[in-house]
């Protein structure tokens, strides 16, 4: 499978556990984006990596919320203490280049969270 | 923030009935881009529109970048079964250069055989 993959698919957590979601973006992919998905609306952008670096984390909605992606490739989001209003779908996607304005982003399936 | 306002929420419709969606926003944007979600799947790409007036057609879709380029519209043309699931507009937010994406707030698409 050439194409963004996603685990785990489905995570039901406890409030207050922590969660790690991870993201195998397509190989050779620069930029790496996380977005979440609440139920019923469209995605909402979290944070942005270009390689290593976290060029842009101004979606994160809380300092619980922290994202890493440290030799390039696979990204992780981690939410500590999780919250009921953390259950939503998080999309990861990737891009080939790192701007430009025909800079196609492909989108994994998601990993849909339910905090109890 | 930025905001895309997305017509309808919802459509019901009969399959080989042409279909047509809308997106507007009060600011310019020069990338307007249409997905489609199937359930439990990612956003695809259908279209994507990178110049005003500029009309563009994939198979049995056609999108238009408005004149103004604070709006777009999808058309579906006889439709058929598959086409169901979510279709939601984008657009590349201003003030950055890796184009992070803003979505409207989605157009369920039901086909009724």
């Known amino acids: 499978g050439a194409g963004v993959s996603q685990s785990p698919r489905y995570k039901v957590a406890k409030r207050g556990q922590d969660v790690a979601l991870r993201c195998d973006p397509i190989s050779g992919h620069v930029s790496l984006f996380w977005y979440q998905q609440a139920l019923g609306q469209g995605p909402e952008f979290l944070t942005y990596?270009?390689?290593?670096?976290?060029?842009?984390k101004s979606g994160l909605p809380s300092d619980r919320f922290f994202a890493e992606r440290p030799e390039g490739s696979v990204s992780t989001l981690k939410i500590q203490r999780t919250q009921q209003e953390d259950s939503a779908v998080y999309l990861c996607?990737?891009?080939?280049?790192?701007?430009?304005?025909?800079?196609?982003?492909?989108f994994g399936p998601g990993t849909r969270l339910t905090v109890l | 923030g930025q905001q895309l306002n997305q017509s309808p929420q919802s459509m019901f419709i009969q399959e080989g009935e042409d279909v047509s969606m809308n997106c507007t926003s009060s600011s310019i944007f020069n990338t307007w881009l249409w997905y489609k979600q199937d359930p439990g799947e990612g956003p695809v790409l259908l279209i994507a529109l990178y110049k005003a007036g500029e009309l563009t057609s994939n198979g049995r879709l056609t999108a238009q970048f408005g004149i103004t380029r604070k709006d777009s519209f999808l058309n579906i043309s006889a439709s058929i079964p598959s086409d169901v699931g979510i279709y939601f507009c984008?657009?590349?937010?201003?003030?950055?250069?890796?184009?992070?994406?803003?979505f409207g707030q989605g157009t369920i698409l039901t086909v009724h055989p």
């Open positions: 996607a990737s891009s080939f280049q790192t701007s430009g304005i025909k800079n196609e982003q492909f």
């Open positions: 990596f270009q390689n290593e670096a976290q060029l842009d």
């Open positions: 984008a657009v590349v937010a201003g003030g950055t250069s890796y184009g992070k994406l803003t």
